[in-house]
């Protein structure tokens, strides 16, 4: 994040080389996914690697390609805190899921 | 302190910017925060019952489904480079480059509604999927889904029409580099669904025989 605009304007030139290595960066972190969707792993450590893996991804995407990185801080801080804190709200009902299977009677 | 600032730039008299963006770009900011809570919404919804269910399908086997949405993903992120290199090229005032750059994102975008399309059809008429039932009974799997990559090809349809829409006001000197911009930034949003669709829908529910 960078406060001043002295640097937005020096960073708004960013080089399509730099893009061209965020994009091949991406590429690669989705053939890592492809692969470990062949692994042998139990669903939830699958599930974890597989959204920690998308999280890299989406920031990338967002703080290169969304230009984010080079906007103020003040943007950032109002746009994405509160996004986050709701969908962690949301997360906290996963565990319910995860028990669910085992809590149905047998039939 | 304060009276030295009010001195330079009076608090009522406008030009105050404290995000240091136009209200177009803020104004689309605001709405891909809004949309990023649906789709986080109809994530979690399907990942709540993928978890919860232990027969879940796994009708994605990997020719044609994921070798297809692998594809996909590829369209969606090429075509996210290309626009990032339209924006570039229009804060050179470049608007021929820029032109082009968009019809090419334009194609990534066609692509992927075009694959996607045959991979629905191929879950539809081979594996017997539809948004009601499937042939393994369990209901949820075809609502959560269809609902999902339903709404987001819908975002990526639009995507299309309103790049198209830039597109031809950038080529008759219309425009600037700003709207481009803001345009690309709801692209770039409809890639960053994907790359959160394509894991979770996709290879969650791979088929491994």
């Known amino acids: 994040m960078i406060a001043h605009t002295e640097e937005v304007e020096h960073i708004a030139g960013a080089t399509a080389l730099t893009f061209a290595k965020v994009w091949i960066a991406l590429l690669a972190l989705t053939g890592v996914e492809v692969f470990l969707a062949y692994e042998q792993v139990p669903v939830l450590i699958m599930l974890t690697a597989l959204i920690g893996l998308s999280v890299v991804k989406a920031a990338l995407i967002v703080a290169y390609f969304m230009h984010l990185k080079f906007e103020r801080l003040s943007l950032f801080l109002t746009l994405f805190p509160m996004l986050i804190f709701c969908v962690l709200l949301m997360l906290i009902f996963l565990g319910d899921a995860a028990r669910i299977p085992a809590m149905r009677p047998p039939l | 302190?304060?009276?030295q600032v009010t001195a330079a730039a009076p608090m009522w008299e406008g030009g105050r910017s404290p995000y240091a963006v136009n209200s177009k770009k803020f104004g689309m900011w605001l709405f891909i925060i809004s949309d990023a809570l649906t789709f986080s919404a109809l994530l979690?919804?399907?990942t709540y019952s993928r978890v919860a269910t232990p027969n879940w399908p796994t009708p994605f086997h990997f020719s044609p489904s994921i070798v297809f949405s692998s594809v996909m993903t590829f369209c969606l992120l090429t075509s996210s480079l290309t626009m990032v290199m339209a924006v570039h090229a229009m804060n050179h005032g470049n608007r021929k480059a820029a032109g082009g750059w968009i019809l090419a994102t334009m194609a990534g975008g066609g692509a992927f509604v075009a694959l996607h399309l045959?991979?629905?059809?191929?879950?539809?008429?081979?594996?017997?999927?539809?948004?009601?039932?499937?042939p393994w009974g369990v209901p949820l799997f075809g609502g959560t889904f269809f609902a999902l990559t339903g709404l987001h090809m819908t975002h990526v349809i639009i995507g299309v029409i309103y790049l198209g829409i830039v597109c031809q006001a950038v080529l008759r000197g219309k425009f600037?580099?700003?709207?481009?911009?803001?345009?690309g930034l709801y692209w770039h949003f409809v890639d960053l669904v994907w790359m959160f669709i394509f894991p979770l829908v996709y290879l969650m529910s791979a088929s491994r025989s």
């Open chain 2, 44 to 46: 979690f919804a399907y």
């Open chain 2, 1 to 3: 302190m304060s009276s």
């Open chain 2, 118 to 134: 045959t991979e629905w059809l191929n879950l539809i008429r081979n594996e017997h999927v539809t948004p009601f039932s499937n």
């Open chain 2, 176 to 183: 600037r580099a700003e709207d481009v911009e803001v345009s």
